[in-house]
């Protein structure tokens, strides 16, 4: 294109912050100067006016000419304040006149009626779904930092996604930071504290939280190897190693349980186990692996 290095550099520039937005949203582009009084008398009434209209999709872009004189000299702009609004690319109309607040809302309006604008409503959102899979399977491998670390960032860029709450919720839980855990469960909205995924991290945490302590935990083996027949015994070692993280010894002392009496304590170990599938996660391939031998016990 027989542009230099610094012009190509201003060209992406550009792309990025101008073009790129206008292709769904109405950008305010206001050519401007730290020396030009006018442009700072105007400034104040350009941002509160994009502030106003920012949900119907109207955002505000400033182009300082001194920093930026070959986008301004492709502009041909020959005074300052220069404000054009720009879609798709192009330009569709310059504002530089309207220098009051209802000038400004009375072309913009003309303006929203013609064009295609997307709402904030309607602007797309960012794909959260592959960081998701990444931090379920970043979990699952028992890397909970890494977990934690990629839905910090889907929380920066989806701050409601109650997937990521929950998850981190989870992640705070395998690193034994319950308190942490708490206070991500505290954030999301009372009307969406049922979803699954909450109510999955919720069980998650109250299993942890009665994690005993390695004595205690190694009396309770004790007492469960010494009485076999005891279900009492057996279902308090099994839900003491599972809030330990021997959820492998959990669900073996379980099965044993209800193969020796599925009714026991009005079915206690199958609903254990039940409980401890939904914590650890339906999809996880451990919670797949015990639920055949569930089966197994149950149906033969």
């Given at each position: 294109m027989g542009l230099n290095i610094e012009e190509q550099k201003a060209v992406d520039r550009f792309r990025k912050d101008i073009v790129e937005p206008s292709m769904t949203q109405l950008v305010i582009l206001d050519f401007w100067a730290e020396w030009c009084g006018p442009c700072k008398a105007l400034a104040p009434v350009l941002e509160k006016v994009a502030a106003e209209y920012a949900d119907k999709g109207v955002v505000l872009a400033k182009i300082n000419v001194d920093e930026e004189q070959f986008i301004a000299s492709q502009?041909?702009?020959?005074?300052?304040?220069?404000?054009?609004?720009?879609?798709?690319?192009?330009?569709?109309?310059?504002?530089?006149?309207?220098?009051?607040?209802?000038?400004?809302?009375?072309?913009?309006?003309?303006?929203?009626?013609?064009?295609?604008?997307?709402?904030?409503?309607?602007?797309?959102?960012?794909?959260?779904?592959?960081?998701?899979?990444?931090?379920?399977?970043?979990?699952?491998?028992?890397?909970?930092?890494?977990?934690?670390?990629?839905?910090?960032?889907?929380?920066?860029?989806?701050?409601?996604?109650?997937?990521?709450?929950a998850g981190l919720a989870r992640c705070f839980i395998a690193s034994d930071r319950l308190d942490e855990a708490a206070q991500v469960l505290e954030s999301v909205p009372a009307e969406q504290a049922s979803d699954p995924q909450v109510e999955r991290a919720r069980k998650a945490l109250e299993l942890a939280r009665s994690r005993p302590e390695a004595g205690e935990l190694a009396s309770l083996r004790a007492t469960a190897e010494a009485n076999p027949a005891d279900m009492d015994a057996q279902f308090a070692f099994a839900s003491a190693a599972y809030a330990a993280g021997e959820r492998d010894a959990a669900?073996?002392?379980?099965?044993?349980?209800?193969?020796?009496?599925?009714?026991?304590?009005?079915?206690?170990?199958?609903?254990?186990?039940?409980?401890?599938?939904?914590?650890?996660?339906?999809?996880?391939?451990?919670?797949?692996?015990?639920?055949?031998?569930?089966?197994?016990?149950?149906f033969g």
């Open positions: 502009f041909q702009v020959r005074s300052i304040p220069t404000v054009y609004a720009m879609f798709q690319g192009q330009p569709v109309a310059d504002l530089t006149q309207a220098r009051s607040e209802s000038q400004l809302k009375a072309t913009l309006d003309k303006l929203l009626e013609q064009l295609p604008v997307q709402s904030g409503a309607e602007a797309p959102q960012p794909d959260i779904a592959p960081h998701l899979a990444m931090a379920e399977e970043a979990l699952a491998a028992g890397d909970a930092e890494q977990a934690a670390g990629i839905l910090m960032q889907v929380l920066q860029v989806a701050p409601d996604s109650l997937e990521a709450l669900a073996a002392t379980l099965l044993k349980m209800v193969a020796i009496d599925r009714e026991w304590n009005e079915s206690a170990a199958r609903t254990k186990l039940l409980e401890i599938f939904e914590a650890v996660g339906l999809e996880d391939p451990w919670v797949s692996a015990t639920r055949r031998k569930l089966s197994t016990v149950l």
